[in-house]
């Protein structure tokens, strides 16, 4: 028993190629604009110190006050600010964080910083907790799906 194929297979499975192409490039610019976002969030709350941080302690204040550095927790030069940054390496994964191997003025890659205040418990000192990816991918989580998937679904209706 067999099965008779008719009509444009060929024009058929062009159209099938062409169309995963097209999600996976929607999907691609999705993901971009949505690291983006994750990307302004953490600057923004970086700006706005309202993450309910526990305040420096006034021996460190008074230490960056007299460097002439900020007073603002998670900075000092601006440094770890101006490299947080995305990166997508494919159309399907985005990364968005503090660009690695740029160091401080004390040598220290920027990267393991916010490291450290990310997971105190790791670093062999006693640094209070100052999260800032944790609590703003917390944030965006719920809203970064539908809007890839809005996208994708948008293409699929054209």
């Not at 907790?129 to 917390?138: A, D, M």
Request: with cysteine; proline share 4%; glycine share 6%.
């Amino acid at each position: 028993m067999g099965a008779d194929l008719t009509g444009d297979w060929g024009k058929c499975m062009s159209v099938l190629d062409n169309l995963a192409n097209k999600v996976k490039s929607e999907t691609g610019k999705k993901i971009a604009q949505s690291v983006k976002k994750i990307e302004a969030r953490a600057l923004q709350h970086m700006d706005d110190q309202d993450l309910d941080w526990d305040d420096l302690s006034d021996d460190y204040a008074k230490s960056k006050e007299d460097k002439g550095l900020s007073p603002d927790t998670l900075r000092a030069s601006n440094q770890m600010y101006s490299n947080i940054t995305t990166h997508q390496a494919d159309d399907f994964t985005g990364a968005v964080g503090v660009k690695r191997g740029v160091k401080n003025k004390d040598g220290e890659d920027v990267t393991d910083v916010a490291i450290i205040h990310e997971q105190p418990d790791n670093d062999g000192k006693k640094i209070p907790p100052r999260k800032l990816w944790e609590p703003t991918f917390e944030e965006m989580k719920d809203d970064i799906p539908p809007e890839i998937m809005s996208g994708v679904t948008r293409m699929l209706k054209k």
